[in-house]
């Protein structure tokens, strides 16, 4: 394994067998589960390719457990009938189709959303000089955009792998559409690595579509 260099991070956001496999990420998925088995069998090949280029990975995890969720979160599942997913030491909490390898990090959520909530997370960011994410995992419209969301509004740039990563409760190309717009995120493939293991400054139309811009690598996230 390259040694991972500062600037680019790929977050992989949720990959865990409740969300990718079995009875309950059936139920829950609208459309063919099949999908999610593709999904994360990509994602787990982006992680291969930036482990091969230098990129470093990090890994989020989610835990579900009664006791760690908030008030409103338990009202939320009471309502809904929503049973606790990826409850802590279970197999649905394990991660699916990826395994961390020594010395990478993983941050792990309890009962929220967003991976700047879990405990180190943005401080290691800081730490590695990071100011560009990529994101691939589960799910575009829940926990990849909580996390993009916050990660534009600190300042870095952000990038989402379009076969690594599919929604939950809206279109796949309305979500990415709204974050192209929100966030000027880019959206590109796993197997395009030129686009996405290193941040490269380049012109954009409003739809994520990217023109020749300076040939050279951004290390100073935007504002």
Not at 14 to 33: E, H, I, S, T, V
Not at 42 to 64: P, Q
């Amino acid at each position: 394994m390259v040694t991972p260099a500062p600037g680019t991070v790929l977050v992989v956001v949720d990959l865990q067998n409740d969300f990718c496999a079995g009875p309950l990420a059936a139920r829950r998925y609208p459309g063919d589960p099949a999908r999610l088995e593709t999904v994360a069998g990509t994602a787990a090949v982006a992680v291969g390719t930036a482990r091969d280029h230098g990129t470093e990975v990090v890994f989020v995890r989610f835990l579900g457990d009664v006791e760690y969720q908030r008030p409103s979160w338990r009202r939320r599942d009471a309502l809904h009938g929503k049973p606790p997913k990826c409850r802590e030491g279970t197999w649905g909490a394990r991660f699916h189709a990826v395994s961390p390898m020594p010395g990478e990090q993983v941050f792990t959520k309890e009962a929220c959303f967003d991976a700047f909530l879990a405990p180190g997370f943005e401080r290691h960011l800081a730490q590695r000089g990071a100011t560009h994410l990529v994101f691939a995992g589960l799910f575009t419209d829940v926990c990849v955009d909580s996390t993009a969301r916050t990660a534009f509004q600190k300042g870095y740039h952000v990038t989402v792998l379009t076969d690594c990563t599919t929604a939950l409760h809206l279109p796949d190309e309305d979500i990415l559409r709204f974050m192209r717009v929100l966030y000027g995120a880019r959206t590109t493939t796993h197997d395009r690595p030129d686009t996405w293991t290193r941040f490269v400054e380049t012109e954009e139309t409003w739809d994520g579509t990217a023109t020749p811009g300076p040939a050279r690598e951004s290390r100073t996230a935007s504002a």
